[in-house]
């Protein structure tokens, strides 16, 4: 198992979440182990009355994702999200735990419909189809405490919307746009075009034209890990026969 959160206290002892980088390297989808995990870690700090939580993620494991909005919303506590960087893909969904959620001019947030690799017949391709509409629904589900009605969100999704800071706060994906105190605006967009999610969705330039990252093996997105299940069955059902 490899860890790709953090829990650190800050200087107020209020516990910090950190998801920096891919959400989960593999899919929790059918993982016992890392689960339990992240909840252990979460459980240690029931004594906080408030969580923050940090992200700079290209995304990753829809089923991950959705499991850390769940355990997440469960603490009751007071939750306050800033995007230091990105916040793409998979990690918008923990980004929607939070009550007050923060971003900067620089930072970008990105939606798009969930994706997945499958192995399979014809059966198998209209069953994935099924379960891929099924997977938007949850998300859109999660989206819907933007304030941002079903069908407005479908769009964005279908369209693959990247926000900059302040397209976020427009659309209720942040609640606040934070400045110093004399009014200049941070940039904290320190976000990396490695990733394989940026390379199916780059964002444009200022300019119009369209980034181009060199390819990675880093495959981030709404991952449903759906080809190691048929295998894993195709397996089972050989050894039964």
């Not at 939580?53 to 494991?61: K, L, T, V, W």
């Not at 793409?88 to 939070?98: C, D, E, G, N, R």
Request: aromatic residues 8%; contains cysteine; hydrophobic residues 40%.
């Amino acid at each position: 198992m490899k860890k790709f959160w953090n829990f650190v206290r800050n200087a107020d002892n209020v516990p910090v979440l950190y998801l920096y980088g891919p959400i989960s390297e593999t899919s929790w989808f059918g993982d016992e182990v890392t689960p339990k995990a992240f909840l252990a870690d979460l459980e240690a700090h029931t004594d906080a009355h408030e969580l923050h939580i940090r992200i700079n993620s290209p995304g990753g494991d829809v089923f991950a994702a959705t499991t850390i909005f769940s355990n997440l919303m469960d603490t009751g506590k007071r939750i306050t999200a800033t995007v230091d960087g990105l916040c793409a893909s998979a990690a918008t969904i923990p980004l929607m735990a939070a009550d007050t959620r923060r971003g900067r001019p620089g930072t970008m947030v990105m939606i798009h419909k969930p994706e997945t690799g499958v192995w399979g017949n014809a059966d198998d391709m209209k069953d994935t189809i099924g379960i891929l509409d099924t997977v938007q629904k949850g998300i859109v589900e999660a989206y819907a405490r933007t304030g941002l009605d079903e069908k407005k969100l479908n769009k964005m999704m279908d369209d693959v919307t990247w926000m900059s800071g302040r397209e976020a706060f427009a659309n209720g994906f942040l609640t606040e746009i934070v400045e110093d105190d004399h009014g200049a605006v941070h940039n904290c967009a320190a976000f990396s075009f490695s990733s394989a999610a940026l390379l199916r969705h780059p964002a444009p330039n200022a300019n119009g034209a369209v980034l181009t990252p060199q390819p990675v093996t880093d495959h981030s997105g709404f991952r449903l890990r759906l080809m190691n299940l048929r295998l894993k069955l195709d397996e089972d059902e050989r050894r039964t026969t």
